[in-house]
């Protein structure tokens, strides 16, 4: 046998039920994985996200050393210069959502 009951197919039932009792009703992968990200969106949009960027100051991490270039291709690829470059060009204030909403929703919504 599969090593597990899974109702005669011989594939254990992995799912997480979702009550207890006679009548409970077994999660699917697919719902388990959407409550998951269900979970995580709100996670995610309850947090107020800083970011750190790592710079690694040479290839053999060593003390004192410090490789202009290698420095600027990190930089480059994560992103860092862009986002000064277009700070530098005025749009250096990120507004919040509602601000955002309260101040141009005339444009959208006349």
Do not use: W
């Amino acid at each position: 046998d599969g090593g597990g009951k899974s109702g005669g197919g011989g594939i254990p039932n992995l799912a997480p039920p979702t009550s207890h009792g006679p009548n409970a009703r077994v999660l699917t992968v697919s719902a388990h994985f959407k409550n998951s990200l269900a979970d995580l969106m709100t996670k995610l949009m309850s947090a107020q996200p800083r970011f750190v960027r790592c710079i690694k100051p040479n290839r053999k991490q060593t003390k004192s050393n410090f490789d202009e270039q290698f420095v600027g291709q990190q930089l480059a690829y994560t992103g860092v210069l862009e986002t000064v470059r277009i700070r530098r060009d005025g749009y250096a204030v990120r507004l919040d959502f509602a601000e955002f909403v309260r101040r141009y929703q005339v444009l959208a919504f006349p």
